[in-house]
């Protein structure tokens, strides 16, 4: 069983910076698959960005791509995103996710409760 809480989201303007942290419990963090989603109202759950559980590997929406950094630090069990050159179009509820094999765009095994990110114009 993996508890995922997440925190730093918050109001910013337009071409400003935010950074996203997700503190996780439980003993294999290290081999989780992590992502990070997000969902504006009235619109589809969006895997935003993904990590292997060694780092190495990571995958990013092509909304994000080239603004958003996705890392993870083992040993302290905590997954980042940082956010940088933020759009009002990336306003959203944006949730840390763990998967025991693979995080995937249709979903994952574990969910943090939601952080409230929102961009003006």
């Known amino acids: 069983q993996v508890q995922l809480v997440e925190s730093g989201g918050g109001l910013v303007q337009a071409g400003g910076s935010l950074r996203l942290s997700c503190a996780a419990s439980?003993?294999?963090?290290?081999?989780?698959?992590m992502g990070w989603f997000r969902q504006a109202p009235g619109q589809e759950r969006e895997l935003v960005a993904r990590i292997n559980w060694s780092g190495v590997s990571t995958y990013y929406a092509d909304s994000v791509k080239g603004r958003f950094t996705v890392s993870r630090d083992n040993a302290e069990k905590r997954l980042y995103l940082q956010m940088n050159s933020l759009k009002p179009e990336d306003t959203a509820v944006y949730y840390c996710?763990?998967?025991?094999?693979?995080?995937?765009?249709?979903?994952?095994?574990?969910w943090g409760q939601g952080n409230q990110v929102t961009v003006s114009s």
């Open positions: 996710a763990a998967d025991r094999t693979r995080v995937t765009p249709t979903g994952a095994d574990y």
């Open positions: 439980g003993r294999t963090f290290s081999s989780y698959s």
